[in-house]
């Protein structure tokens, strides 16, 4: 029997399991969310099976590589320079800090809450890839606006808007928030423009979300309509519901999402 080697790819590394030969040529690939094994060649079959044995859970297809969607195409044709899907929470953050951490003192710098604020939040979306979401950080809009983080899954797409509370007090009255003792920023109003951007780039509905990450206590004004408001905490909630769209449509969005252009035409 052939020595196989298993590799994971993919967020939290096992998204999808390569199953390849001692000298790289890959073999097959088992996809988690499927439940199905892609045989690159039907000759290695039994010692597929057999390599990813401990890995598999539950019933499980075997069969040729699935023939591939548009979106699957528009992902392979993707240059990597216009690709989003690999920014973190914060991309934006990360780069203007790094660029001036040998000029300033960091640990002064309030742009560091800030960016844990949205590493916070965006681990917490990532999270809910299980659930069949996708997730996007840090989407770009002309000029120097940009999008915190972009989710798309069963229940529909969300533009996500940090708000960074560090255990202070934030009180939520259309259109402001106050954090602290710090002075109301519209954010609500700025939410609702996210996602108003993102609807027309992706043409189809987008709902504003405020995610508040670690607050020490939450004021929520009554008559906020269309803006949802969670706290971090609460982020994996969102796994539960759906009803809106599905698994091909999330896919479909998340390929033209990811593509830098769409954004850039607006």
């Known amino acids: 029997m052939t ?28 996809d988690r969310d499927s439940g199905r094994i892609s045989l690159l060649s039907e000759a290695y079959e039994d010692e ?46 990360h780069a203007a800090l790094q660029a001036t951490a040998r000029r300033r003192f960091p640990r002064l710098d309030p742009r560091l809450a800030r960016l844990a604020a949205q590493a916070r939040v965006g681990d917490a979306l990532d999270g809910l890839d299980g659930a069949g979401w996708r997730v996007l950080h840090c989407v770009p809009l002309p000029g120097s606006a940009l999008i915190d983080h972009l989710a798309i899954g069963p229940a529909g797409v969300l533009a996500v808007r940090t708000v960074a509370a560090r255990g202070r007090r934030v009180r939520i009255a259309d259109p402001a928030v106050a954090t602290g003792r710090a002075a109301p920023e519209p954010l609500l109003r700025w939410a609702r423009r996210d996602a108003e951007r993102a609807a027309h780039a992706l043409a189809t509905a987008v709902r504003p979300v405020l995610a508040v990450a670690d607050p020490g206590r939450l004021d929520v004004l009554p008559g906020l309509g269309d803006v949802r408001v969670l706290r971090d905490g609460e982020i994996p909630s969102l796994a539960r519901l759906g009803g809106v769209l599905k698994p091909a449509d999330v896919e479909a969005l998340y390929a033209t999402a990811r593509d830098r252009r769409t954004w850039l035409r607006l």
């Open 3 to 30: 020595a196989l080697r298993v590799t994971p790819v993919g967020r939290g590394g096992g998204h999808r399991l390569w199953v390849s030969l001692p000298d790289g040529r890959d073999v097959a690939w088992y």
């Open 48 to 93: 597929v099976r057999a390599a990813l044995a401990p890995y598999v859970t539950g019933e499980v297809t075997v069969g040729p590589p699935p023939v591939p969607t548009a979106s699957d195409l528009d992902r392979l044709t993707l240059h990597p320079d216009d690709d989003l899907a690999p920014n973190r929470p914060g991309e934006a953050l």
